[in-house]
């Protein structure tokens, strides 16, 4: 083995700082956690509050791993990472998706995201990953700072459709049938095809998606649109919010804004069915309201990709940071976010 092939001493935790897997009985203190670590977004202070469950999200995620950094025996510092196989420039690449980075203000720059950060890449690579990959508000100042040192920010951010449900009226979409899983997998790959960051289904892996944590998301949440006989549009609806709220504080004024959101999963069209689509994005947001949620959101991979609906929305946008795969100078069709690794 020449030098250059040497593997890279164990990195040293900080003093004091320990890394260790989550566990159950940890969700308590991981959702306090979370409400004193706020995202400084600006003017803006946003924390997400999790509960009755912290850990809810990360069960849609087959490979996934959420650590825990201590100091002096006290819960400090929380991440996640998710193992998956999304496309880039049309090529797989393994990626850990790292998420939920939380550090609580009085331990911040010491060291304790350095450590959780190399424990899960650490976890990752034993896994076959080849790297990973996050995304960061813009405007998060100091995230950017430390999420952004390895490098690999992309041209263009990653874009969100937020639609508000408020006045969503709408009688609910059909369900799919089962028997359609092939069908529905062949209009989601074919209308997300050349999208980065997609990572294409197979019925087999739809199947085990569904099977995870069936209450939260299964078979039952998949909508589907026939015409003709056969199926021309599918979604899936996710009632995301149900264990997330997000909390929006305005340090200008001390305005305070909760809001609980529904998600759209695994979407897709048939060729010219974007009406149909469009239909059932409506009936999704209908159902969403009457779940209690003010907004439906998904992935916007770019400006007009989704056919417009008669419903208020807005777009918000995150930045894109792959530090061991090189970001395309543009992504013609777009990025497509799975908003279950977010
Ligand atoms: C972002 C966050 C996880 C970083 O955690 P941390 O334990 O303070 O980070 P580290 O001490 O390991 O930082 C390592 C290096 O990253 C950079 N860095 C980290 N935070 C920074 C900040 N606020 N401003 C500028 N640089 C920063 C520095 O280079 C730092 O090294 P230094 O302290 O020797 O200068 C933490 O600030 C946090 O929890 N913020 C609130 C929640 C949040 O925004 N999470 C990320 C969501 S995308």
């Not at 009755?52 to 400090?76: C, K």
């Not at 420039?89 to 980075?101: F, G, N, T």
């Not at 069915?273 to 439906?296: H, I, M, Q, V």
Request: glycine share 8%; aromatic share 6%; proline share 9%.
């Amino acid at each position: 083995m020449s030098s250059s092939e040497r593997p890279l001493p164990p990195r040293r935790n900080p003093p004091g700082v320990t890394v260790r897997e989550a566990r159950p009985e940890d969700n308590a203190a991981l959702i306090a956690l979370e409400l004193a670590s706020p995202l400084v977004l600006g003017a803006e202070r946003v924390v997400y509050d999790r509960s009755p469950d912290f850990f809810s999200r990360h069960r849609l995620q087959p490979m996934r791993r959420v650590v825990v950094a201590e100091l002096g025996g006290e819960i400090v510092g929380v991440a996640a990472a998710a193992l998956h196989t999304p496309l880039v420039e049309r090529r797989p690449h393994r990626l850990a998706y790292i998420s939920h980075a939380r550090v609580r203000a009085d331990a911040q720059r010491r060291g304790v995201a350095g450590a959780f950060s190399a424990a899960l890449l650490a976890w990752a690579k034993e896994h076959g990953a080849e790297g990973s990959y996050w995304f960061i508000a813009p405007s998060n100042e100091g995230s950017i700072a430390f999420g952004g040192r390895g490098g690999g920010r992309w041209p263009a951010d990653a874009t969100f459709r937020r639609i508000d449900v408020s006045r969503a009226d709408a009688a609910p979409a059909p369900p799919l049938a089962p028997a359609r899983i092939e069908e529905a997998v062949g209009l989601i790959n074919a209308t997300h095809a050349g999208q980065d960051l997609f990572e294409p289904p197979t019925a087999a892996s739809m199947a085990a998606r569904l099977r995870l944590d069936p209450a939260q998301y299964g078979i039952d949440h998949l909508r589907g649109a026939v015409a003709g006989g056969r199926l021309v549009a599918v979604a899936g609806l996710w009632d995301s919010g149900a264990c997330m709220e997000e909390v929006r504080t305005d340090t200008r004024s001390g305005d305070v804004t909760r809001s609980r959101a529904a998600s759209v999963l695994d979407w897709g069209w048939a060729l010219g069915e974007e009406p149909a689509f469009r239909d059932l994005l409506t009936a999704l947001a209908a159902e969403a309201r009457s779940l209690g949620r003010a907004a439906l959101t998904l992935s916007e991979p770019a400006p007009g990709a989704l056919p417009g609906i008669a419903l208020p929305s807005s777009v918000f946008a995150l930045s894109l940071f792959t530090p061991t795969v090189p970001p395309p100078v543009s992504s013609p069709r777009g990025v497509f976010v799975d908003l279950v690794y977010l």
